[in-house]
């Protein structure tokens, strides 16, 4: 898996790029086949202080790519939910690749 962590205004510190990498781990156990994953940090230069910073993902993996962002006050939470989008969205692409039909039983007479 490539994984890229970059930061727009901010400087993405070592304990910051452990915490998305231990988080990013959660979205590694429920589907193997990830190839790609770059994660955009943000901090948006608004007035209002809520909702300026903000984490974004693209995801690539067999078959398919994942987008996901977050905005939040707080880096870490915003990572948190960001990691709980991906996590929902990759489950939901694991359940559809998964073969789901059985075969009929064949009738005797």
């Known amino acids: ?6 930061g727009h205004h901010l400087e993405v510190t070592p304990a910051l ?5 231990t988080k990013l781990d959660r979205i590694i156990r429920h589907f193997d086949q990830v190839v790609d994953v770059k994660v955009l940090l943000t901090v948006e230069k ?10 974004e993902c693209n995801i690539h993996v ?3 790519d994942m987008f996901a962002e977050s905005s939040h006050a707080d880096l870490y939470a915003a990572v948190d939910e960001l990691v709980d989008k991906l996590d929902r969205q990759v ?3 694991k359940d559809r690749l998964q073969n789901h039909h059985h075969d009929a039983p064949k009738r005797l007479m």
């Open 17 to 21: 790029r452990s915490y998305v990498t």
């Open 1 to 6: 898996m490539n994984l890229t962590i970059s």
């Open 91 to 93: 489950v939901r692409h």
């Open 62 to 64: 067999k078959g398919n």
């Open 46 to 55: 608004q007035k209002e202080k809520e909702r300026r910073q903000r984490a």
